[in-house]
């Protein structure tokens, strides 16, 4: 009896051991149009049995390296796809990078900074105005998502103005969003919701047992 241990590695599990075993044989083809044909045969097995590789764009391509990968880089068949390399397996992916965008409130975010960047721009009058209050507003809402306390007014147009390089002032008794109301919005929301479904369903039950009628009332006779 031969155990797994003792066999070959399998170089992609995902094919299985059939497959490697197959992938093998085809270099000892001698034939290279049959040899090309049992490997695009192989390479449509390779996509049954691994369907989800069907989810990317290029799964073909992504098969064919497979089939190479597996054969050792050794398979000489003419393929639709260039033959990859060894080299070009190892090669480490280039670094995605991070964002270099400098924001020192980063509860925030950059979304804020861009709005009052573009605010700074207009004229002011009552429009700029209000959506200098809305900005703020949105500004202690996002501060009360980063941390739940409670957070004083005077703080979030003292950010404000810092954000904004020193030049958006709003008065010291701007009235902002009261904070348990921002806290508490979520929660009634969701009791809310709780409580449509609740009714929602009596009167499904209220309608059901209509229909099937009292089981302790006789029956009428025609």
Aim: no cysteine; hydrophobic share 30%.
């Amino acid at each position: 009896m031969e155990y797994n241990t003792e066999r070959e590695k399998i170089v992609i599990s995902e094919y299985g051991r059939n497959i490697q075993v197959m992938i093998r044989h085809l270099m000892d083809i001698e034939d290279r149009k049959q040899r090309t044909e049992a490997a695009y045969f192989i390479v449509s097995v390779m996509a049954q049995m691994n369907p989800q590789v069907k989810e990317s764009n290029d799964y073909q391509h992504k098969l064919w390296d497979h089939l190479h990968i597996i054969a050792d880089y050794k398979l000489d068949v003419d393929g639709p796809y260039p033959v990859p390399t060894p080299e070009m397996q190892k090669k480490k992916p280039e670094h995605v990078g991070y964002q270099k965008n400098n924001i020192r409130y980063g509860h925030y975010g950059q979304y804020i900074y861009e709005v009052v960047k573009k605010v700074k721009e207009m004229e002011d009058g009552p429009k700029k105005q209000a959506i200098l209050i809305n900005i703020a507003n949105q500004m202690k809402r996002d501060y009360l998502n980063w941390n739940r306390e409670t957070v004083n007014d005077l703080l979030i147009l003292d950010d404000l103005y810092k954000i904004s390089g020193e030049e958006i002032v709003l008065p010291m008794d701007t009235k902002l969003i009261p904070t348990n109301e921002i806290l508490n919005k979520q929660p009634q929301q969701q009791n809310q919701k709780k409580k449509q479904a609740s009714k929602k369903s009596n009167n499904n039950n209220k309608n059901q047992q209509a229909k099937q009628g009292n089981p302790n009332r006789p029956n009428k006779k025609n």
